[in-house]
Each structure stands twice: as structure tokens, then as C-alpha cells.
């Protein structure tokens, strides 16, 4: 419920969106506030590393002047804003369930922590009023996904809802050159952020074109403000390459990725559980520099989400 009798013009909140206080009271200012995901919290990451994700997102927001709102859901609510010991109990979650558009609903129905992936958070988002949300990469379609079609949500909310998602490009476990496909049909913008290149999540590079580019927060955000003035339902992907001294050699990720998907196959894992399965075994096969690039991204995509929101915040 919303309880800081703000001036939002929306400020009718549906029963199951609980905002934290702090982050109402930014929407309610039109100040900065990025929305940031939990599923690379509760099934991306292990601990310790996804609380320091989470952590250092959380700290990156707030460098940047924004508002961190970590959405999760838990009691019955979907929470947007999470204090830190939330965080940390989010983060040991042992049975938590991984959500997205398809189990929203049911996920309110559980006492225990969800996690709210790409697709979850988005719609999360767009109820609270939030404009730019962060997150490590989005989903799309897995390796052999024309024939499994194990094509992920996030796509289709990315088609319908209107939020800005900043990432470092698709994960690169997935058929990425499909993914792209799959994001022109769907009519979802991938906007390079500094590049003309699509980034390659662990990697700097990716050796795909974009034709959309941006070189600041301010071009980034009049781009936002003509796609909402046509009414285009759709978000729009910004895609920030990993810093390079964080990356891991394309080569080495390959490699990893190549080997993890194979096992995942012989292992019969599909469906929600590939990802997750697939990410833990590319930070064993890398010997954990996978994770220290996953942090170093997720880190740097909330800077520059802070950025985005600061920049949108300002008007034009
Ligand atoms: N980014 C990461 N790690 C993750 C994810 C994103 O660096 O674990 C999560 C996001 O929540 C995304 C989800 O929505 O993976 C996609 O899962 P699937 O492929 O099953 O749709
Ligand atoms: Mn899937």
C-alpha cells in the first residue's frame, strides 16, 4: 500500500506492491531511483558473491544519486526497495522460487523469498513508477531454443512493458544472433551505450553490429522520451560493455560456455533451471573469474542506470 500520500498521479498501488518509504518518497519528488532484480540474487549468483552483487549494485545507485529499489517478493508483497538485512536474508535464501510474468501472481501466495527476474521486475517497476532499471544481462533464446523453445520472458515483457533496461547485453550462454532476432521482430531497441557494438556480457565485445547507439545519459534519455512520445509500448535495452579490466577473454568464456552447455544438455537440465545450472558451471570452469566479471558488470550497469535516471530526472 502506498502510505506517503504523494502526488503521484498513480498513486493508487495495487494491494500486493509494497514500495519502501524511501523510495516512495524519491518518486513522489521526481527524484533519481533505479529498480534492480533479485534473481541473480537468488539463482544467478551463489553466496557470498550474490549479496556482494547485490551490495555493490545497491552502492553504485547511490554513487551515481539515485535511489537503489531492489525488488523481491516476500509476505505476500512484491517489495520495491529492500533494506539491507533484507538483503542478506534474501541473499541465503534456500528455497526460494525464481519469478517472472507467468508466477507473479502465485508467488504471492508463498510466505518465503522470490526472486524476481528481468521479467518480474520490470512489471514491478512500471507499477511503482520507476523508469530505469538495471540488471547483469537479460534472457533470450537458449542454445537450440528453435527447436526446445526455451525462449526466455524476459523478451516478451521487454515487447510490452515500458521500462529502460540497462544490461551488459544478452547472456552469452544464450544463441545470442537468435536473441537479436527475436528482439527486432518483438520491436524492443538495443541501443549501444558508447558502442557499435553489441557487448558480450563476460566480455567486451560480442562481434555483433548495433545500428543504435548512444554516447550519454542525455542523448540516452531523449531517445527514451521520443520512443514514450510515439507511444510505443515497448521498453528499450541499453547495452554498457563490461569495463575491460573486469572482462574475461572471449576466448576463455567460449570455451567454459561450450563445455557448461554440453553437460547441461547430457544432464538433462532445461527450462528455468538451465540458466542458473549453466552460470554455476561456467564460475567453476573459469575458476571463478565468470563471477568476478558477472560483479564488475552488474556493478557498472547500475552506475550508469543511475546516470540514465539522473538524466531523465533533469528533464530535458
Ligand atoms: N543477469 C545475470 N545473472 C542472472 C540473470 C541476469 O548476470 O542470473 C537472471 C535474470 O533475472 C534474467 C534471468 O531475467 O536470469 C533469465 O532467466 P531465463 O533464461 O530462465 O529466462
Ligand atoms: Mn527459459
Do not use: C, F, Y
Given at each position: 500500500?502506498?502510505?506517503?500520500?504523494?502526488?503521484?498521479?498513480?498513486?493508487a498501488r495495487p494491494p500486493g506492491l509494497q514500495v519502501a518509504?524511501?523510495?516512495?518518497?524519491?518518486?513522489?519528488?521526481?527524484?533519481?531511483?533505479v529498480a534492480l532484480e533479485s534473481t541473480l540474487?537468488?539463482?544467478?549468483l551463489r553466496h557470498p558473491d550474490n549479496l556482494l552483487a547485490a551490495e555493490?549494485?545497491?552502492?553504485?545507485?547511490?554513487?551515481?544519486?539515485a535511489v537503489p529499489a531492489t525488488v523481491a517478493i516476500v509476505g505476500g508483497a512484491i517489495r520495491v526497495g529492500l533494506a539491507r538485512v533484507e538483503l542478506e536474508d534474501l541473499a541465503r535464501a534456500e528455497?526460494?522460487?525464481?519469478?517472472?510474468?507467468?508466477?507473479?501472481a502465485a508467488a504471492l501466495d508463498r510466505d518465503g523469498w522470490s526472486g524476481t527476474t528481468v521479467s518480474a521486475t520490470m512489471i514491478a517497476a512500471q507499477l511503482a513508477g520507476i523508469e530505469v532499471f538495471a540488471t547483469g544481462g537479460i534472457g533470450g533464446v537458449h542454445r537450440g531454443g528453435e527447436r526446445s523453445m526455451d525462449v526466455s520472458a524476459d523478451l516478451e515483457e521487454l515487447a510490452r512493458t515500458p521500462v529502460a533496461v540497462i544490461c551488459a547485453g544478452p547472456k552469452s550462454i544464450l544463441d545470442v544472433a537468435?536473441?537479436?532476432e527475436v528482439l527486432e521482430t518483438r520491436g524492443i531497441p538495443v541501443v549501444g551505450w558508447g558502442t557499435d557494438e553489441l557487448p558480450g556480457f563476460f566480455s567486451v565485445r560480442?562481434?555483433?553490429?548495433?545500428?543504435?547507439?548512444?554516447?550519454?545519459?542525455h542523448e540516452a534519455a531523449a531517445l527514451l522520451r521520443?520512443?514514450?512520445?510515439?507511444?510505443?509500448s515497448a521498453g528499450i535495452l541499453f547495452c554498457v560493455p563490461i569495463p575491460a579490466h573486469g572482462a574475461l577473454p572471449r576466448e576463455d568464456a567460449r570455451a567454459a560456455i561450450e563445455q557448461a552447455e554440453q553437460e547441461a544438455a547430457a544432464a538433462g537440465v532445461h527450462g528455468p533451471r538451465s540458466t542458473p545450472w549453466v552460470l554455476a558451471r561456467v564460475a567453476d570452469l573459469t575458476e571463478g573469474r565468470s563471477v568476478a566479471a558477472n560483479l564488475a558488470l552488474i556493478e557498472n550497469n547500475a552506475r550508469v542506470a543511475a546516470e540514465l535516471a539522473g538524466a531523465l530526472a533533469a528533464g530535458p
Open positions: 500500500m502506498n502510505t506517503a500520500g504523494g502526488a503521484r498521479a498513480d498513486d518509504p524511501e523510495v516512495e518518497a524519491a518518486l513522489a519528488a521526481g527524484q533519481p531511483v540474487i537468488t539463482h544467478g555493490r549494485a545497491e552502492d553504485a545507485v547511490r554513487a551515481g544519486g528455497d526460494a522460487w525464481k519469478v517472472t510474468r507467468q508466477n507473479l537468435r536473441t537479436m560480442s562481434g555483433i553490429r548495433l545500428t543504435q547507439r548512444v554516447d550519454s545519459a521520443r520512443q514514450r512520445g510515439l507511444g510505443l
